[in-house]
């Protein structure tokens, strides 16, 4: 619904949504060796706006996969060149990055236990050829439908509500996958906590609302200043931690002093029934990991330099 009078902005912004909203119903990876199959479903697939990529071969398809693109559902032909559509399951299974993607086998050979050791294997559905198109649709739409709730239940559990980085608990899980990789690849790993000084104050003072609309501020402009590849999270209440791959102490530290510089230069602005603005100030203890050392140690000397940065009059950062 559009009300009139609308000027020619709104209504390409309103079109656009609504376009945008009505074609992609999902997407799937397609991956079937022969072409004009592939072609085929992915004709079919488009007319019911359905997005598709297309594969020849499980390398094509673990290639586009690693590349770091989305797809809802995979659709797999059972025998193909080389790699098997069995190889293939079986590796996306095992990878606990693909693993919540459904996988919808597809075959037109009939012998006797195919259906049930795809599925066995970790498929999640299967449709022979030649299939009836309103079955093969009805049983892509399920698979997306259920890929869609997978992907917000993990949003979720992985994010943090308030600010929607990654809560503690995902943030560890990934500083363990670095920690490996540091030692594997005799990589810089450091670590930081950054936690807001005398926070209890701004509750006490504005009231719990100002509080949290500091903490997602805080994690707003820290998440703008890292990189991709750093991993961010909220440690506890007003902690937050950060983990930089590839980074040594120098480095950790020139970060840590350029975020505790443009916090304390931010005024930030809380408008309710009247506006108030005030500056914050945050305390970083920063440490590196080595070979020999766990995680538990890497926090610790964090979080002894925090306190040190705290005790040394705050607004500052500690190696
Ligand atoms: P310091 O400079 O020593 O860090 O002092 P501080 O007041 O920041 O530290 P303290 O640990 O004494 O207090 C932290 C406060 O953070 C207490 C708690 O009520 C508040 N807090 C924790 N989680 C939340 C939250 O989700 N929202 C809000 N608004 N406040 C929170
Ligand atoms: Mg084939
Ligand atoms: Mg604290
Ligand atoms: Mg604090
Ligand atoms: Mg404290």
Same mark, same amino acid.
């Given at each position: 619904? %559009?009300?009139?009078?609308?000027?020619?902005?709104?209504?390409?912004?309103?079109?656009?949504?609504?376009?945008?909203?009505?074609?992609?119903? =999902?997407?799937?990876?397609?991956?079937?060796?022969?072409? %004009?199959?592939?072609?085929?479903?992915?004709?079919? &697939?488009?007319?019911?706006?359905?997005?598709?990529?297309?594969?020849?071969?499980?390398?094509?398809?673990? *290639?586009?996969?690693?590349? =770091?693109?989305?797809?809802?559902?995979?659709?797999?032909?059972?025998?193909?060149?080389?790699?098997?559509?069995?190889?293939?399951?079986?590796?996306?299974?095992?990878?606990?990055?693909?693993?919540?993607?459904?996988?919808?086998?597809?075959?037109?050979?009939?012998?006797?236990?195919?259906?049930?050791?795809? &599925?066995?294997?970790? !498929?999640?559905? +299967? @449709?022979?050829?030649?299939?009836?198109?309103? $079955?093969?649709?009805?049983?892509?739409?399920?698979?997306?439908?259920?890929?869609?709730?997978?992907?917000?239940?993990?949003?979720?559990? $992985?994010? /943090?509500?308030?600010?929607?980085?990654?809560?503690?608990?995902?943030?560890?899980?990934?500083?363990?996958?670095?920690?490996? %990789?540091?030692?594997?690849?005799?990589?810089?790993?450091?670590?930081? @906590?950054? /936690?807001?000084?005398?926070?209890?104050?701004?509750?006490?003072?504005?009231?719990?609302?100002?509080?949290? +609309?500091? %903490?997602?501020?805080?994690?707003?402009?820290?998440?703008?200043?890292?990189? *991709?590849?750093?991993?961010?999270?909220?440690?506890?209440?007003?902690?937050?931690?950060?983990?930089?791959?590839?980074?040594?102490?120098?480095?950790?530290?020139? &970060?840590?002093?350029?975020?505790?510089?443009?916090? !304390?230069?931010?005024?930030?602005?809380?408008?309710?029934?009247?506006?108030?603005?005030?500056?914050?100030?945050?305390?970083?203890?920063?440490? $590196?990991?080595?070979? /020999?050392?766990?995680?538990?140690?890497?926090?610790?000397?964090? /979080?002894?330099?925090?306190?040190?940065?705290?005790?040394?009059?705050?607004?500052?950062?500690?190696?």
């Amino acid at each position: 619904f %559009l009300k009139k009078p609308f000027n020619q902005g709104e209504l390409l912004t309103y079109l656009l949504d609504y376009f945008n909203e009505k074609i992609t119903e =999902g997407s799937v990876l397609v991956v079937e060796d022969s072409m %004009l199959q592939n072609e085929t479903i992915c004709q079919q &697939l488009r007319l019911k706006n359905i997005q598709p990529v297309s594969a020849k071969n499980a390398v094509e398809a673990m *290639r586009y996969l690693l590349s =770091g693109y989305d797809v809802d559902v995979i659709l797999m032909d059972i025998f193909l060149p080389q790699y098997t559509g069995y190889d293939l399951i079986s590796i996306l299974k095992s990878d606990e990055r693909f693993i919540t993607i459904p996988i919808v086998g597809l075959t037109a050979f009939r012998q006797k236990d195919i259906l049930s050791e795809i &599925l066995d294997l970790g !498929a999640d559905d +299967f @449709i022979y050829k030649p299939y009836n198109i309103n $079955e093969f649709f009805a049983r892509i739409r399920a698979n997306i439908r259920i890929s869609k709730l997978i992907k917000r239940l993990k949003e979720t559990s $992985e994010k /943090d509500y308030l600010t929607g980085i990654y809560n503690r608990r995902t943030f560890f899980h990934f500083l363990e996958n670095l920690s490996a %990789l540091s030692i594997r690849e005799n990589k810089p790993l450091s670590f930081m @906590i950054l /936690d807001i000084d005398y926070f209890k104050k701004i509750n006490d003072t504005y009231g719990h609302d100002v509080g949290d +609309f500091v %903490l997602k501020k805080l994690a707003e402009i820290v998440l703008k200043m890292t990189r *991709r590849s750093d991993i961010f999270g909220r440690y506890g209440g007003e902690e937050f931690c950060l983990a930089l791959p590839n980074t040594d102490l120098y480095g950790a530290c020139l &970060l840590a002093n350029k975020i505790l510089s443009t916090i !304390a230069q931010t005024i930030i602005t809380f408008k309710n029934n009247k506006t108030i603005s005030f500056n914050i100030t945050i305390s970083i203890g920063v440490s $590196e990991f080595a070979k /020999d050392m766990n995680i538990d140690e890497l926090i610790k000397i964090a /979080d002894n330099n925090l306190y040190l940065a705290k005790e040394n009059g705050r607004n500052r950062v500690y190696p």
